[in-house]
């Protein structure tokens, strides 16, 4: 009772401390049919250029996650009389590659009146799923923003292989909360807020002030589906504050489109839709393991496997595992779900199999020295140690 009663406090203390923000624009506040919205622009670079200094005097660094660019490429081919289809990946990865330029030009252009200096980075999944990338690319950002730098944060969509997206920029700047170790995170989206149930079944729905728990939350009843000119929805920006949750950094949602939006809620204005963090924060290296990449297959366990697991703190053993699916190496990441729930969004967690996908059917269901006879005395106690495994993941 006591947490539900003070979040207007926690947010107020959230604000006036966040050191390091991540800030997060969607292509619906960002664009319209004529491509990008100049004023918009200006008005987010002025707030943003206004909050590198706190009210007590500390620097604040930023770093900003910017759609737009694919709808940015077809407004400039729609001004040059192309009309073709731009919606097939090649498709979109070319009109990406004509708007990314533009997209930059833009933003570096509203900065510079602010004496905002800009840095282009182009990330794509492999640049975080490596660990030395991985590395290399925190240092980089760390580089950047001491120099007093804005990164300006997009996937590199001219060369990714799967779709645009990470899953989209909700997930790769839910990702960078934990790269660059942000106090905040931030999504400027074309809503208002979260609404309390999706607004196309319920028109008359409200905005929740806040969002106790976000794990908790049933994403497919609340959530539509996409936006018109972007990728994700409020369905992928609950996911991406549920990783933020996990990582004890809040997130805040915020109409990206109203007249000095980031300004009113820094000043303490009930705009948008505030979402608590979890109060026991994961370590980060289980976040990096369990989002570095798509789960690879799935591992159905049996109800003792599923309690120990959840109820113990225990690890994954060959005995609770029921059914394999998918074909998948060892080392992989993959998603732990109780027998009859191996929907892609449902699930026990994710976890680094110790064993692939062949090797592991050859096993299941045995115990240890069962598990010697068949693969030998090179073989693992557990399919997945608990370090390794990150309970109920915003997958």
């Known amino acids: ?91 979109r990865q070319a009109a990406a590659a004509v708007g990314q330029g533009q997209l930059m030009r833009a933003w570096d252009e509203v900065f510079r009146a602010h004496d905002f200096p800009t840095a282009q980075v182009l990330l794509t999944r492999d640049d975080l799923r490596a660990r030395q990338r991985f590395l290399n690319a925190r240092n980089t950002f760390a580089e950047l923003m001491d120099w007093g730098v804005l990164p300006i944060v997009n996937e590199n969509d001219t060369v990714s292989v799967s779709e645009l997206k990470f899953g989209d920029n909700d997930c790769l700047a839910s990702l960078l909360v934990n790269l660059i170790g942000a106090d905040l995170y931030i999504n400027l989206t074309s809503a208002p807020g979260v609404y309390a149930a999706n607004p196309q079944d319920v028109p008359d729905a409200g905005i929740l002030e806040c969002v106790e728990d976000v794990a908790g939350l049933d994403l497919g009843r609340m959530c539509g589906g996409k936006t018109s000119v972007g990728t994700g929805g409020m369905y992928s920006k609950l996911q991406a504050a549920r990783r933020a ?42 976040f990096w393991l369990a989002y570095q990449s798509d789960p690879a297959g799935t591992v159905l ?27 998948f190496q060892k080392g992989a990441l993959v998603r732990v779900a109780r027998l009859g729930e191996s929907d892609s969004h449902a699930g026990l967690g994710v976890g680094l199999s110790n ?28 399919v997945i140690h608990r370090d390794n495994l990150l309970m109920d993941a915003a997958v």
Request: no cysteine.
């Open 1 to 91: 009772m006591e947490r539900q009663a003070d979040w207007r406090q926690e947010k107020a203390q959230a604000l006036a401390r966040a050191r390091v923000v991540v800030i997060k624009v969607g292509s619906a506040v960002l664009t319209d049919a004529r491509g990008l919205g100049t004023p918009v622009l200006e008005s987010l670079a002025r707030q943003m250029a206004a909050l590198r200094t706190a009210p007590d005097g500390h620097e604040r660094r930023l770093v900003l996650v910017s759609s737009g660019a694919v709808a940015a490429g077809r407004a400039v081919l729609r001004a040059h009389g192309h009309s073709g289809e731009t919606s097939g990946l090649s498709a």
């Open 245 to 286: 949750a996990q990582l004890g950094v809040p997130t805040l949602i915020l109409p990206g489109r109203e007249a000095d939006v980031l300004a009113r809620a820094f000043a303490g204005e009930a705009v948008g839709t505030w979402i608590r963090p979890e109060e026991h924060a994961i370590p980060r290296r289980k």
């Open 301 to 327: 366990v049996d109800a003792g496997a599923a309690e120990a697991l959840l109820s113990k703190g225990g690890s994954l053993l060959p005995g609770g595992v029921r059914q394999v699916l998918g074909n």
């Open 355 to 382: 064993y692939s996908a062949a090797d592991l059917r050859k096993i299941m269901g045995l115990r240890r020295h069962e598990v010697a006879a068949i693969l030998g005395d090179a073989h693992y106690p557990e």
